[in-house]
């Protein structure tokens, strides 16, 4: 698994969710799920974009066949904790503390998501 030293630009983050949406896409249907057009724009920015995600480790080219397919290497779990891992740094100097007091506080977690964080934190 690769392990990324800062969080993924918003750009990189759209093609990755278009991804785990799909199990595999070409160049063009990202560029036509992310940007709603498949011009030569649009197709230069997914290629670029997936060029960098390709060389971190987050997606999988097959070259297979003439046109090349992406699929997501990385699961959104992954992706999640290393965002909130660089934000926890930042932030809150390592503790967690603070993410969970506010999402509790916020009322933004369902009585199943609290029982799930209750069973993770007893194991």
């Known amino acids: 698994m690769p392990r990324l030293k800062e969080p993924l630009p918003d750009a990189e983050l759209q093609l ?10 070409t160049a063009r249907e ?15 920015t997914v290629q670029k974009l997936l060029q960098r995600l ?22 959104r779990e992954e992706v999640a904790g290393w965002h909130l ?13 603070p993410f969970i007091t506010h999402l509790v506080q916020a009322k933004r977690l369902s009585e199943q998501e609290k029982a799930e964080i209750r069973r993770l934190l007893d194991q």
Do not use: N, P, Q
């Not at 990202?30 to 649009?42: K, N």
């Open 16 to 25: 990755l969710k278009a991804l785990w949406a799909v199990a595999s896409a």
């Open 85 to 97: 891992d660089s934000a926890v740094g930042k932030v809150a100097d390592g503790s967690l503390a």
């Open 30 to 44: 990202l560029a036509i799920a992310v940007y709603r057009e498949g011009d030569a724009t649009a197709m230069g």
């Open 54 to 75: 390709e060389k971190k480790g987050c997606v999988r080219r097959d070259r297979s066949e003439f046109v090349h397919r992406f699929s997501a290497k990385v699961t």
